[in-house]
């Protein structure tokens, strides 16, 4: 941890003094150690010992390159139709049913104390982190002490900070070292250090809330997490729906609600020709690439879902996960595109056909990147495709199958 001089941490604190709180946040080119020592102070308030704060941030130095992702996350960058073909796909379909029946009596355990379903558990499970195979890299203190003090949502990062620092002191997380994703989630089901301080339990009985190495913390802390925010056993998310002719989009919208009853009433049916149960609820019409893709009629276990991590393409894929879990048929209304996205064994396909003509972009693995995607766009420029935009779609997967 860098040290400021007495003189500078003299004017930051009058600067404190006289900025309104929502003001009082790190510029680009201030001090980090000036930064950490304001949140000495803040963390001090939170219950964290000035012993514990200078063990755990001893070293720490800002890793500027979380910034840019601040303003990429997938959920609300990528096609939705990419989006979800990558995370409900037959392999984690496949997977997904495999922990299902491994951890079948754990599953009936975690049910009968929060009354969540195992299918929607183990989807979280499946989209947060491939079932506890990827967790992330990133370290956590690094990662959320340098969105504490540079970019946008300072506040908010602060928080989780201080909150990592907590769980850390009280041993909830014993290695300071650990690691996660770039905003901060961390653990099989990626919690928030907020929401693993609020919502984590001990499932297990051995004295530690962890949901990074006991997946029966990890399955019952998620199973948790839905109970308190709404989540009503034995009711359904939601349906893929056929709109009736003449549908007014404007009426689309998670906010949006209405009377199940009425929906039906204009005309709402569900795609696979089943009835709608007549539920006392209140539902909304999605449109999530509009009035030519698919419909889906949501309930309030959809709201559970979405407030996990609030985007509409996240929710979906676990929604729908769950429903391939029970056996149900995947999506049936075809996406508005003519190149929809591929399944991580398309795209695994797709680098192996990329390496074969001589593009050096490592080993083969499912994972677009940067390199995967200049490859993508050299081989679309010399086949005169539009756009070169280097996505790994249908399109450029059929078009290098076909030599």
Request: hydrophobic share 40%.
């Amino acid at each position: 941890m860098k040290t400021s001089s007495t003189a500078r941490r003299a004017c930051l604190a009058l600067s404190l003094l006289l900025l309104p709180a929502a003001l009082a946040q790190a510029a680009p080119g201030d001090d980090f150690g000036s930064c950490l020592n304001r949140l000495q102070g803040a963390a001090q308030a939170k219950g964290v010992s000035a012993a514990s704060f200078a063990q755990f941030t001893q070293g720490l130095q800002p890793d500027m390159t979380v910034l840019p992702l601040l303003d990429a996350q997938p959920e609300f960058t990528t096609p939705i139709w990419d989006y979800l073909a990558g995370l409900v796909d037959d392999q984690r379909v496949a997977d997904g049913k495999a922990r299902m029946a491994e951890h079948a009596d754990l599953l009936r355990k975690v049910a009968a104390r929060y009354q969540v379903d195992p299918a929607t558990v183990v989807a979280v499970w499946g989209v947060e982190s491939d079932y506890g195979r990827i967790t992330g890299k990133r370290p956590l203190l690094v990662s959320l002490s340098t969105l504490s003090c540079y970019g946008r949502r300072q506040s908010f990062f602060q928080g989780e900070f201080i909150a990592t620092l907590r769980l850390l002191q009280q041993g909830d997380i014993r290695d300071s070292g650990i690691t996660g994703s770039w905003a901060g989630a961390f653990g099989q089901t990626q919690f928030m250090p907020s929401t693993y301080a609020r919502i984590a339990e001990d499932f297990d009985g051995d004295g530690h809330r962890d949901l990074v190495g006991s997946t029966a913390d990890a399955l019952a802390s998620t199973a948790n997490y839905l109970r308190k925010a709404g989540w009503r056993e034995g009711q359904p998310w939601g349906y893929e729906v056929k709109l009736p002719a003449g549908f007014d989009a404007s009426l689309a919208g998670r906010t949006k609600r209405r009377a199940l009853s009425e929906w039906t009433g204009r005309g709402v049916t569900r795609v696979d020709g089943k009835p709608i149960p007549s539920i006392d609820s209140k539902a909304a019409i999605l449109l999530p690439a509009g009035i030519s893709g698919p419909a889906f009629l949501v309930l309030r276990n959809y709201d559970a879902i979405y407030s996990y991590n609030a985007a509409e393409s996240y929710a979906l894929a676990i929604a729908l996960l769950s429903d391939r879990l029970r056996g149900e048929q995947g999506l049936r209304t075809p996406w508005p595109t003519d190149d929809p996205g591929l399944s991580r064994a398309q795209r695994k396909e797709l680098q192996e056909l990329l390496i074969q003509r001589g593009y050096d972009i490592g080993q083969p693995d499912g994972m677009i990147g940067d390199v995967t995607r200049k490859a993508i766009q050299q081989e679309q420029n010399k086949r005169g495709m539009t756009p070169a935009d280097g996505r790994a779609g249908q399109k450029i997967l059929n078009a290098l199958k076909g030599g």
